[in-house]
């Protein structure tokens, strides 16, 4: 699992796959047929820029950011009511952002907002539309 994750690109994550689906297919075969199935989806991060990789690789973003609650809201012995723990989680958190990790190449989050499209992790300036080659006999008219 950690080589599938911690591919260098999208071509050996696809490998690691297979490998993991050699290796594991006939003891754990829900686990490997959901991973085989899902490949697209467990690999989609491989579509962004490669300085923003370690941040969508992350497994835990939402435990990360509650653990100050968290702890807080333990040693309070509970926020009370509904509102005041809303309150305090809102300060706690507020708080709590300044000392959050800053996004790797901040400048490519407007890239990708507008849909610019990243292969193996490097823009794609003019991404071409792949299409056939004309076969020598073919009119020219025919290509237009």
């Known amino acids: 699992m950690k080589e599938i994750i911690g591919a ?3 071509d050996k994550a696809r490998v690691a796959i297979a490998a993991f689906e050699r290796d594991y297919g006939a003891k754990y075969p829900k686990a490997v047929a959901k991973i ?4 697209d989806v467990l690999l989609e991060y491989f ?15 939402i435990e990360s950011t ?9 040693v309070t012995k ?9 309150a305090m989680a809102y300060k706690l958190i507020e708080a709590a952002q300044s000392r959050w990790r800053a996004v790797n190449a901040p400048q490519l989050v407007a890239l990708v907002r507008a849909g610019a ?3 193996k992790g490097k823009l794609l300036e003019r991404p071409v539309e792949i299409t056939p080659e004309p076969s020598p006999d073919t009119p020219v008219s025919e290509v237009a």
Do not use: I, K, Q
């Not at 085989?36 to 490949?39: L, M, P, R």
């Not at 509650?66 to 333990?74: D, E, K, Q, S, Y």
């Open 78 to 86: 509970g926020p009370g009511s509904r509102a005041a723990g809303m």
């Open 8 to 10: 260098e690109d999208l």
């Open 47 to 61: 579509r962004y820029p490669a300085e923003h990789w370690v941040h969508l690789r992350t497994t835990n973003p």
């Open 36 to 39: 085989v199935d899902d490949a």
């Open 66 to 74: 509650f653990a100050t609650v968290r702890l807080r809201t333990r």
């Open 117 to 119: 499209l990243f292969h």
